[in-house]
């Protein structure tokens, strides 16, 4: 479906977590607007109709049906990707879903044959390997200008495993853990860097937390076709943090306060019961009583990022930065600037509008897509099994 105008319309399924990070961007860029949602949750609902008076519907099957829709975001969670994008396309709607794309390839599957067969285009994000920064390495890359890539390390020490959860998001199987939702970050940008196809995986999980049932760390040895190789860690247990190696910018772009160290577990460790986690994670969602509206201001300090990165290739190392690219070359040292514009993760709504409104065919589409799942999946498959895992569709 075209839209009638240049203004791209979204209908929004979920109104969570994904959602409330996505919403600064559907906020401050006038290039889409925000026309209506779906949500189980009473309390959200009532907060998007009085933030953007659009019409809200309990059911994913009435949103997609609502004819001022032209693109779907689905932000539901993981485990409803597949069904909610083939309610999308089935409706004639274009769809933009959130990471990572499915929790099987026959859940890809389904989703890029329900999409084609629709003639929509299915885009997958926000990954950060939308970021401004890789892809600028991406192209310094692609210009052979520093040889063919070699190596690339990737780390991110984070608190992601003590942040409020809902039961599920602490079960791997319902795709809770720091595979499903963190390495598809990783997983997405060294692919877009190294440039060539991912052959094979070996990689270990931490889970070393009784309390918290799931991988929180994972350490992983990607080979590329023609020798590249990277490797890329990530350990979500809330001590050492990589963003202090980013200049203390944090993943979103913002200044961050050290001195804030510790606060995940020691919120943490105030709560009594899974069920009180959940209504705790509840209650700072999208509507919920101590939900806090995003600040959307004129400019953003920074562009968002994944943690430290270094592209290794015959002639330079690379170093994507919140505020631009280091570049190490075989005699001098140069730094480029970037300058982040006035939206955060514009270049999302950069991508979805090529692909809607010229038709051109986008970078982080379901067949990209696929390729991260495959290897998120292979990455839980070798550590079970002890060995290499190869790959077919990346």
């Given at each position: 479906?075209?839209?009638?105008?240049?203004?791209?319309?979204?209908?929004?399924?979920?109104?969570?977590?994904?959602?409330?990070?996505?919403?600064?961007?559907?906020?401050a860029d006038s290039r889409v607007r925000l026309v209506a949602a779906s949500d189980p949750r009473e309390a959200a609902r009532r907060q998007f109709l009085a933030d953007f008076g659009g019409p809200v519907y309990a059911e994913a099957e009435d949103l997609v049906r609502d004819e001022t829709v032209d693109v779907v975001y689905v932000a539901s969670p993981h485990q409803l990707h597949r069904q909610h994008t083939v309610?999308?396309?089935?409706?004639?709607?274009?769809?933009?879903?959130?990471?990572?794309?499915?929790?099987?390839?026959?859940?890809?599957?389904?989703?890029?044959?329900?999409?084609?067969?629709?003639?929509v285009h299915l885009i997958v994000g926000h990954c950060h390997s939308f970021d401004t920064p890789y892809l600028y390495v991406r192209d310094l890359v692609a210009s052979g200008r520093f040889g063919r890539v070699t190596m690339i390390q990737a780390q991110n020490f984070t608190d992601y495993l003590y942040r409020p959860r809902r039961p599920e998001e602490l079960i791997t199987a319902e795709?809770?853990?720091?595979?499903?939702?963190?390495?598809?970050?990783?997983?997405?940008?060294?692919?877009?860097?190294?440039?060539?196809r991912l052959a094979r995986v070996r990689c270990a999980l931490g889970n070393w937390d009784p309390d918290r049932p799931t991988q929180g760390a994972y350490s992983a040895l990607f080979m590329f076709d023609g020798g590249a190789y990277a490797s890329i860690s990530y350990n979500g247990h809330g001590h050492f943090d990589t963003?202090?190696?980013?200049?203390?910018?944090?993943?979103?772009?913002?200044?961050?306060?050290?001195?804030?160290?510790?606060?995940?577990?020691?919120?943490?460790?105030?709560?009594?019961?899974?069920?009180?986690?959940?209504?705790?994670?509840?209650?700072?969602?999208?509507?919920g009583p101590d939900y806090v509206p995003p600040s959307v201001t004129q400019e953003h300090r920074a562009f968002?990022?994944?943690?430290?990165?270094?592209?290794?290739?015959?002639?330079?190392?690379?170093?994507?930065?919140?505020?631009?690219?280091?570049?190490?070359?075989?005699?001098?040292?140069?730094?480029?600037?970037?300058?982040?514009?006035?939206?955060p993760r514009v270049e999302v709504i950069d991508e979805l509008r090529r692909?809607?409104?010229?038709?051109?065919?986008?970078?982080?589409?379901?067949?990209?897509?696929?390729?991260?799942?495959?290897?998120?999946?292979?990455?839980?498959?070798?550590?079970?099994?002890?060995?290499?895992?190869?790959?077919?569709?990346?």
């Open positions: 479906m075209t839209p009638h105008t240049t203004e791209l319309r979204i209908g929004v399924i979920g109104l969570g977590r994904a959602f409330s990070l996505m919403l600064p961007t559907f906020i309610l999308a396309a089935a409706a004639g709607k274009h769809v933009l879903v959130e990471k990572p794309m499915a929790l099987s390839l026959a859940d890809c599957d389904a989703m890029i044959q329900a999409c084609r067969a629709a003639g795709g809770g853990g720091a595979v499903f939702s963190q390495a598809a970050h990783q997983v997405d940008i060294v692919r877009l860097l190294a440039g060539r963003d202090e190696w980013m200049g203390w910018i944090g993943e979103m772009g913002a200044t961050k306060d050290p001195k804030a160290y510790g606060s995940a577990r020691r919120r943490l460790h105030a709560i009594q019961s899974s069920a009180e986690e959940a209504r705790l994670k509840a209650a700072g969602t999208y509507g968002q990022h994944f943690g430290p990165i270094v592209v290794s290739c015959e002639h330079a190392d690379l170093r994507p930065m919140p505020d631009g690219v280091h570049v190490y070359a075989d005699e001098q040292h140069t730094f480029i600037p970037l300058a982040a514009g006035p939206v692909a809607v409104l010229d038709d051109c065919p986008p970078l982080h589409s379901g067949i990209w897509a696929k390729g991260t799942t495959e290897t998120c999946l292979a990455m839980l498959e070798s550590d079970s099994a002890g060995q290499d895992i190869a790959l077919r569709y990346t």
